[in-house]
């Protein structure tokens, strides 16, 4: 049985891009991306909005790993952190989420997430 809630998880501490740690306010990308993501999921209740301090995929600044229940898990990086690159985040992960194995056609992937994929990982057993 899937659990009805899929979790998006935020890396908090990533870089705001590859060459800068924070951006002029002294933010670190995770922060703004953790709050354009909240922003766009408060319309998508089949999504909880988590935040972890460190992904361990420093290489591919602002990550997101996205599970849910009975599913294979995605890690995906190299967002800006931005508002459409989180609509991009939401639009997958609500994809994922209605769907009862986890696999979005690539057909149907937001162009915002082609090209985003670090691993997916196996399901919890």
């Known amino acids: 049985m899937t659990e009805a809630t899929a979790r998006l ?13 924070v951006d002029a306010d002294g933010v670190c990308g ?31 600044h602002c990550t997101v790993y996205l599970a849910q229940g009975g599913k294979p898990g995605y890690l995906a990086g190299t967002f800006a952190p931005t508002a459409e690159a989180a609509e991009a985040i939401v639009d997958f992960a609500r994809r994922y989420a209605a769907n009862t194995d986890g696999a979005v056609p690539y057909r149907d ?10 691993a997916r990982l196996p399901q919890d057993a």
């Open 9 to 21: 998880v935020v890396c908090t501490t990533c870089r705001h891009s590859a060459d800068e740690p």
């Open 30 to 60: 995770g922060q703004r991306l953790l709050q354009a993501v909240a922003a766009a999921a408060e319309r998508a209740p089949e999504l909880r909005v988590e935040e972890q301090a460190c992904l361990w995929a420093c290489r591919s």
């Open 109 to 118: 992937w937001p162009e915002g997430m082609k090209g985003r994929f670090i």
